[in-house]
Nanobody, 126 residues
C-alpha cells in the first residue's frame, strides 16, 4: 500500500523559508500525482499546490503563487514544497496526498486524492 511521509515543518519567522518533503513508498509505476494541502485550526483543508506524475505540470493556490515552488525527484520518490516569504497566514498542518489519476483543474480538490500523509506542522510567527 502506498505510504506518504511528510517532513520539514517547523517554526519560522515571517519572511522566512522552509522546504517540506513528501517521501512516497509502496506504489507501482507510473509515479502518482502529488498534492500539497494545509489546514489551519478551525478551517477547512485547502489545496496549496500540486504536481503531475512527470513533474511537467504544476499548479498553485493564488495565495501562494510566486512564493511557493513544488518539484519532484522521482529517482528519490520524493516531492518538495519550497516555501519562501512565509506569512503568519501560512500557518497550519501541511499534508501531501497522492492520486493515480488527476485531471487538470482537479489538483486543489482533496476528494480527488487517494492516500494521505500524516502531516507536518508549519508555524509562522515572530
Amino acid at each position: 500500500q502506498l505510504q506518504l511521509v511528510e517532513s520539514g515543518g517547523g517554526l519560522v519567522q515571517p519572511g522566512g523559508s522552509l522546504r517540506l518533503s513528501c517521501a512516497a513508498s509502496g506504489f507501482t509505476l507510473p509515479y502518482p500525482a502529488i498534492g500539497w494541502f494545509r489546514q489551519a485550526p478551525g478551517k477547512e483543508r485547502e489545496g496549496v499546490s500540486c504536481i503531475s506524475s512527470s513533474g511537467t505540470i504544476t499548479d498553485y493556490a493564488d495565495s501562494v503563487k510566486g512564493r511557493f515552488t513544488v518539484s519532484r525527484d522521482n529517482a528519490k520518490n520524493t516531492v518538495y514544497l519550497q516555501m519562501n516569504s512565509l506569512k503568519p497566514e501560512d500557518t497550519g498542518v501541511y499534508y501531501c496526498a497522492s492520486a493515480e489519476r488527476l485531471r487538470i483543474g482537479d489538483g486543489m480538490s482533496p476528494d480527488k486524492y487517494d492516500y494521505w500523509g500524516q502531516g507536518t506542522q508549519v508555524t509562522v510567527s515572530p
